[in-house]
Every structure is written in C-alpha cells, then in structure tokens.
C-alpha cells in the first residue's frame, strides 16, 4: 500500500487470497467481504450521488460558495471547507471534492485568492465532512460492522452528527486562520480559457521538440535552446522521413537539409518555461514533436485552438497505461504536450509515460474537443467549461430519493445498506441516471479493497492478534495514565484518565496507519483491536470505536492518504511538504477535540 507499487484493489484481492491459503480464514470467509453489508451501502452511497450530481442537485452548492465565500481569504477558506464538507456528510468524499473543485477555482480567482490556498482546505474539507453522519465515509460503515458482528447495536445514522460538526466547525477555523499563513500561494499552470491565457502561473513544461539548425553543426543547436531559456534533458534521435512528410503537408520544413547539406533536424527533450517553448512553437523556432505527430486542428484555421489542464479522475480507465497504448490523439482529438505529477514535470518522452491517477495532462486542442472532456469520468478540467446542463426536471425526484433512503434508515425502517440499495434502484428506475452511468458511478477499486481487505479483521479475531495487541495497548494505557488511586479523584463527569490514555494510543496508531493505508483498510485492521481493548478495560465499545472512526478518516499529513488529497496534489501545484506543514497540527488538533468530547458523548 505504502510504495503503490500494487494497486490498493489488487493487493486487498491478495490479501484475502493469502489468508485462505494459509488457513488463517476458510474460503468463505475470505470471500464473504464482497457481500458485506458496508459494500452494499457504499456502493449503493456512489450510485445515489451520481444521481445528485447528474440532476444539478449539487449547483445549489457551488452558487451558495460563491455567496459565502465573499472576496475575503480567510472566509473563502471557511466556506469552503463547511460547504465541500455537508456535501461529503451525504454522498462519498472523493464525489464531493470533485463537485466542487471548479466552483472553488472558480470563486478563488473572482475574489483573487491563489489555488494554492484553496485546494487543500477542499480536501481536508471533505474528509472531515464524512464524520458527520454514519454513511458519510467508508471507516464509518466499517466500525458499525465491526460493532454488528461482535454482537453490539451499530451507531445510528446521526450518532456521528455531535463530534463530526465538532471537529468539522474545528478544522474550519485551524484553515480560516492559519491556513493563509501556512499554505502556499500556488496556482494550477493553464487552463480551458484560451491560448497561453492559462489560470495560473508559468509553470516549467518538459517536452519533446524538432529543433532545425539554419546552419550546419549541433553547436548552433545549443545556442536556439540557449536563447529560448530552455535546458535539454536528452537528445533523442533524427526526425525520420515520416515526420519530414507530415511537416512538409503542414508547409513547414523542420527536417529538411538544405543544398549545403545542413543536418537534420534534431529531435530534443527539453524543459523550459511553458509560455516561452509555445511562443516559440508558433514563431517556428521549435516544432513541438507531438504535434507534428497529431496536429492539434487538422485540416482546420488553428483560431479556436486552447490550452486545457485535466486531471486523471480516481477511476480513470486511463490509469495504468501509457498515451500510445489508450490511442489518446484519434480517441479524444487532443494533443497531449506535457505532464505533472505531485507537481513535478515528467522529464521522459511522453508517450513512454504510465499514466496514474492525479497526473495532470497538459492538453492542446480544439475548443468542442476540450469541452466534451468536462462530463468524462476519466477526467477531471481544472478549469470550469460549457458542460451539457444537469436535467433539473428531476432534481426534485432524485433529491426525494436520497432523503427518502436516508429517512428510512435514520428512523430504523430499513437496514442502511438496504435503503442505499434501494435508493440506488430508484435512480435509475426514476430516470435519474442510466443504467451505464450508475455502473461508471461506482469506484470498483474501492469497493474491492474493502471487500478484499474485510477478512484480515476477521483473521486478526480468530487468530488472537487483536486480543494480544488491545492487551499491549491497555497496559500502555495504564503505563501512561494515573494510577487508580488517582483516578478515584478525579472530579466527577470526567473520563477515566487510563481509558482515555488508552484511546489516545489506539487514536494515534489509527492515524498513522491511514496516511499511508486507504483510511478503510486502517478501520478494517483497527476495529477488532479497538473492541478487544475496550473488553480488556471493562469499558464501553463505543468511545474507542468512535475515535477509530475519527482517526482512520485524518489523513492530512501526506498527499497519499487520501484519494480526495491526491487530486488536488497536481490542481495545486503543492509539494509533499506543504501536507506535512499544513496536516500535521491538524491531526494533532482533531485528536485533541475528539479525546475531549467523544467521552463527554459516550461515557467510558
């Protein structure tokens, strides 16, 4: 998981695979995580969203951010985190991010606030929006799954409602105040508005280039790149006689030797200043190789030509493969001039590149072309475009599904996995979304990981791991805490100091497993260890299980803990460092105000 050399889905479907080899779980068991109640419900909680999103259900969001947010940094930050998070308190944290990040850019440049202090606050919104009710996160479902198989009545659908405001209305004000002097003043690179108008900085852009020497010697070569301001990373090889024809069809003569047998042209990987290589692109100083290769506008005037910036989306078909392997140029009619990833430029021919999901695609191309990529689900714009309008007309009908199968679970009615299930039904039944939409709506990955990674709690129960490590965490809890004699004192309606010393501990190991675990592979190994501890100090579950939930979904401290962080790593142009500075006191924060309210909620 920590190294992503495997896929998170794929190791989980290992994991499960391994534990039955070695008979630590029977088939079944191995395999019963699949048709798991969590499962259904998240699934069910993708396909319900979908129909929000799909019906314009979320617009009314986007409009109130741009109310609220003002024109004022740190009110804009506020806003939004708290709106970013009530739409993460209903529907997956990935979706909501996703659904807002335009509308974020977009009133962070009405107001003139830089991405770079939005972006994060957006992400470490919608995590902590899912706190606030018990489907609005995968480690929320997965703890009352763990409470239900112990024999324990599961939180309710609201139970998480009291402590998830709390630390949401906290992360709130960490950001608003400090966020401002914390946070860089980054901008994405480009954007859909227009040629070299981009709606950021000039970032560097590694890219493949024709240079064509007016005289004879590679010495001459140096000096273009020289005085272009641009570094060659690597010569690559001669332009062959295919090139020289597509140049020669296009009325340009990159590749050709003049009667003083002048070289050909030399094909370079160079990185430089974005605006200064696309200003000497159109002069013909350099011929990008790219577009010799796929004209941008073939057959066309080149007026409607623009720069686009898009992101691979967390279930991007594309992840995983390279530019030539997906045929990117004749599938999209887009000509991809340049990639970043965790905000670095790639320095390697683009079409040997494995694409991954958060690498941000540099993309030159007709207008119609790049606007056809703002509904896409392989895609993310980072710059807001004329999508095909919602179908307001069943707005309403998809709202009064969602809050129908909320209703129904939040009064006891229905299993919450049968009312997400349900819910689901009637989207698409109702209209809402097609069939083929609610199957794109759903993150397989996700939905494996879990279900590939729910048979390890079970190994941990039966094997007697988790009941040998809450007996470790309990008596480093009783190491940490006051004796008893000094508990007896305490005044009355405080917690018990060596619960709550053992809850720090649990909280702690929780929070550093999801920043480098998905938070609910971290909830799935914590749980049962988290319940065993708890019978271990004669106390109730529900405390020690409410601060896993809590921990397993802080993962701000690395660009890695979270899908939701990871999209906006490239959108932000931040560095790894910028998460620490930033996610690290807010980790310590959020385990503060829940060691201090949970207990005061839920009583040891």
């Known amino acids: 998981f920590a190294t992503e050399k495997l896929r998170a889905d794929l190791m989980a479907v290992m994991v499960a695979a391994a534990l039955a080899l070695t008979g630590l779980v029977t088939v079944e068991q191995a395999f019963a995580g699949f048709g798991s ?53 209903i529907m997956n944290n990935i ?40 489907v609005g996160t995968p480690p929320n479902l997965l703890v009352n ?53 981009g709606i950021g900085q000039n970032h560097a852009l590694s890219t493949e280039v024709l240079v064509a020497p007016p005289q004879p010697g590679a010495r001459r070569v140096r000096q273009i790149t020289a005085e272009l301001g641009l570094t060659v990373l690597a010569v690559l090889r001669p332009v062959d006689d295919g090139l020289r024809e597509m140049a020669a069809a296009r009325g340009e003569t990159p590749a050709a030797a003049d009667a003083g047998g002048a070289p050909a042209a030399r094909a370079l990987l160079v990185e430089g200043p974005r605006d200064s290589l696309l200003r000497a692109a159109a002069a013909r100083q350099v011929h990008l190789l790219a577009e010799l290769k796929h004209p941008p506008d073939p057959g066309g005037n080149g007026r409607d030509i623009r720069l686009a910036e898009a992101t691979l989306a ?24 340049g990639i970043r990833r965790h905000g670095e430029t790639i320095r390697q021919p683009l079409a040997r590149v494995r694409l991954r999901f958060g690498d941000t695609l540099l993309l030159r191309g007709p207008r119609d072309r790049i606007r056809r990529l703002g509904p896409d689900p392989d895609f993310l714009l980072l710059e807001p475009v004329e999508n095909p309008a919602p179908d307001y007309s069943r707005a309403g009908r998809a709202a009064a599904i969602f809050g129908g199968a909320i209703g129904l679970a939040a009064a006891g009615v229905l299993h919450v996995s049968l009312a997400a299930a349900l819910g689901a039904v ?37 094997t007697g791991a988790a009941t040998l490590l809450a007996e ?98 490239n959108a932000g142009a931040y560095r790894f460092t910028d998460f620490v500075k930033v996610g690290l006191p807010l980790t310590l924060l959020i385990l503060a105000v829940s060691l201090a309210l949970v207990p005061l909620i839920w009583p040891f």
């Open 37 to 89: 109640p969590a499962v259904v419900t998240v699934s069910g909680i993708f396909v319900m969203s979908a129909g929000l999103m799909r019906t314009g259900g979320s617009d009314h969001l986007t409009r109130l951010l741009r109310r609220l947010g003002g024109r004022g940094e740190r009110r804009l930050i506020a806003a939004t985190v708290l709106l970013v998070g009530l739409l993460s308190s």
């Open 95 to 134: 979706g909501a991010a996703i659904i807002m990040m335009p509308a974020v850019l977009a009133a962070g440049r009405d107001a003139k606030v830089p991405a770079g202090r939005l972006l994060i606050p957006l992400a470490f919104g919608s995590l902590l929006g899912g706190l606030t009710t018990a």
């Open 145 to 197: 799954a763990a409470l239900t198989a112990r024999g324990y009545a599961p939180f309710g659908l609201f139970d998480f409602t009291p402590t998830g405001l709390a630390v949401l209305g906290a992360g709130a004000v960490f950001l608003a105040v400090l966020g401002p002097r914390l946070l860089p003043a980054r901008e994405p690179s480009s954007g859909a508005g227009g040629e070299g108008a």
């Open 314 to 337: 967390p279930r991007s078909t594309l992840a995983g493969k390279t530019l030539r392997e997906t045929d990117f140029y004749h599938r999209y009619g887009l000509t991809v001039i």
């Open 426 to 462: 009637a989207m698409v039944v109702g209209g809402c979304l097609r069939i083929e939409e609610a199957h794109r709506a759903i993150d397989w990955r996700t939905i494996i990981a879990i279900g590939g990674m729910l048979p390890l709690g079970t190994a941990l129960e039966t």
């Open 472 to 569: 470790w965490l309990a008596r480093l809890g009783a190491d940490a805490g006051p004796g008893a004699g000094a508990a007896a004192v305490l005044p009355a309606g405080l917690p018990a100091a060596r619960p709550l010393a053992a809850c720090a501990l649990i909280g702690a190991m929780t929070i550093a497993l999801t920043q480098i675990l998905t938070n609910a592979a971290a909830a799935i190994l914590m749980a049962p260890i988290a319940l065993n501890l708890a019978e271990a100090l004669a106390i109730s579950p529900y405390p020690v299980m409410m601060i896993v939930a809590i921990a397993a979904s802080t993962a701000f401290a690395t660009p890695v803990g979270h899908q939701s962080n990871m999209l906006v790593y």
